[in-house]
Each structure stands twice: as C-alpha cells, then as structure tokens.
C-alpha cells in the first residue's frame, strides 16, 4: 500500500506535467486527441523512468527493454482515453451547461482529463510494479 501512495503521489506530479503539456497544445491550436496523445506519452515514460527510483526497487537489467514495454502498453491506454477525452469533455461541458454555467475549451479538456484519469492510474500502478519488479531478461552466462 505505500508504494501505492508513493506512486499516486508521483504520478500526480505526472498527471500535472500531463495537463499542463495538454492546455499549452490544444491552446495552440492542436487537436484534443492528438494533443492528449503526445502530453500523456510525455508523462507517462517520466512517470515510469523515475519511479522506477522512487518507488520501487530499482534494477539495473533490461531498463530500456522495460521502458519500451512499459510505452507499448501506455500507446494502447492512451489511445483509448484520447478517444474517450472528446466525449467525455463534451459531457463535462453539458454537466455545466445544465448547472447553467459555460466552460471554455480548455476547461472541458481539462475536466474530461480529470474523468478519464483514476482508472489510468490504477492500471499504470500495476503495469509499472509488474516491469519493474517481476519481469526478468534472463540472463546468460559464458
């Protein structure tokens, strides 16, 4: 449990990388998907590389091998929620507009990111500690 606690703590410093990357982009013009795309990629290998530290014991074999599982498995839950970002911004949208209040753009993003987020994080804890601390190269021996 407190390496859980450890990891949501790290993964919130990620999470606010991942919003502020996501405001700046899509205020530039860039397409949510898109924008959500590259912001939570950007996050999530930070996340991962400095947990790997802070969070649980670090190994010293295979670190990259592990990175780019750990991106292969991100590239298929990014690309969901940045499908699911849209739509769920547009919920967030008319949840205001029926309390009789208008979000900007960038607000909606940001509340369809908050939306989207919990079971992310979850599923990234598990996928991280499993890399990290189980996955083994094997390793040979002249």
């Keep these: 449990m407190k390496s859980f606690l450890r990891f949501v703590a790290l993964s919130g410093g990620g999470w606010l990388l991942d919003c502020g990357l996501l405001l700046a982009m899509t205020h530039l013009g ?8 590259i912001s939570s990629a950007t996050a999530a290998l930070t996340v991962f590389l400095v947990s790997r530290y802070l969070v649980f014991a670090p190994t010293t074999d295979a670190v990259w091998s592990r990175a780019a599982l750990y991106l292969a498995y991100q590239n298929i839950g990014i690309l969901a929620a ?14 205001a507009e029926w309390a009789g209040h208008h979000l900007s753009a960038q607000l909606a993003s940001f509340f369809g990111k908050v939306f989207i987020t919990p079971p992310q994080l979850v599923a990234n804890f598990l996928v991280s500690r499993y890399l990290i601390q189980h996955f083994q190269r094997p390793i040979h021996h002249a």
Excluded: K, V
């Design 30 to 37: 860039m397409p949510l998907g898109g924008a959500n795309f």
């Design 82 to 95: 940045s499908l699911l970002i849209g739509p769920a911004s547009a919920w967030a949208a008319g949840i």
